[in-house]
């Protein structure tokens, strides 16, 4: 599971991941040439972060 989240919903984001995965996540911040292109999964702001399972290995790339 991969949840892309603004600054704004990066709670919802957080508590939504524990919620249906009933894990902690790992969250990382995007690296810049993602964030121009990648919208948030709860509003159409640009990300800023990745909330995805530690084993993931697409996190950030």
Same mark, same amino acid.
């Given at each position: 599971? @991969?949840? =892309? $989240? /603004?600054?704004v919903?990066? &709670?919802q984001?957080?508590?939504? =991941?524990?919620?249906?995965? *009933?894990? =902690? ?5 995007? #690296?810049?040439? *993602? #964030?121009?292109?990648? #919208?948030?999964?709860? /509003?159409?702001? $640009? ?5 995805? &399972?530690? &084993?993931?290995?697409?996190?950030? @790339?």
């Amino acid at each position: 599971m @991969r949840i =892309f $989240s /603004c600054e704004v919903h990066i &709670n919802q984001a957080l508590d939504m =991941f524990v919620a249906e995965q *009933k894990t =902690f996540p790992m969250m990382e911040e995007l #690296k810049e040439d *993602k #964030k121009l292109s990648t #919208k948030c999964t709860y /509003c159409d702001g $640009s990300a800023i972060y990745i909330v995805a &399972n530690e &084993n993931d290995d697409t996190i950030c @790339r």
